[in-house]
Structure formats: C-alpha cells, structure tokens
C-alpha cells in the first residue's frame, strides 16, 4: 500500500494491527520507519522511528519508539523466549 501512494491506508491499517497487538514491537516499528525514512531519508531515516521536533501533531501514530520504551522497566523490551530465562 505504502509503496503503490496509498499512504493513508498504509497508516491506517497498521494502526489497527498495533491496536489488535499492542505488544508486537514489529507492527509498531516497521510503521513508524515508513515513516521516518520518509521524512529524514538517507541511511538514518529508517531509524527515525518518532516525530521530528515541531513535527509532533503531523505523527500519525497513538505512539512513537522513545515513549514506549520509556513506559518499560529494565529489560522488558526483549521478551523473553528460553525456559528459565
């Protein structure tokens, strides 16, 4: 969709995913590097992964990578997948 212009669907849909997976870091990231890469670009605009400064209303997402990771204690960003880890 993000591809073929259809920015808002993309928007959209991947809202609805994070929204039905609020805990799946891969939904909410790959978003938010859509669109990051669009408005840094270059090699640095994948990892642009929240709104620029005085961008903050024009981010069309509930969330953003620094403020979720803010909202996590020490080492939950990683689940856990071993036993006994």
Request: proline share 7%; net charge negative.
């Amino acid at each position: 969709m993000w591809r073929a212009g259809r920015r808002d669907l993309a928007v959209s849909h991947f809202n609805a995913a994070i929204s039905l997976q609020p805990d799946n870091w891969t939904y909410k990231r790959q978003a938010w590097s859509l669109v990051g890469n669009e408005r840094v670009g270059g090699e640095r605009g994948r990892f642009t992964q929240g709104p620029l400064p005085g961008e903050e209303a024009a981010w069309p997402f509930d969330s953003d990578f620094m403020t979720d990771v803010a909202k996590l204690g020490p080492g939950e960003y990683y689940p856990l997948t071993l036993e006994g880890s």
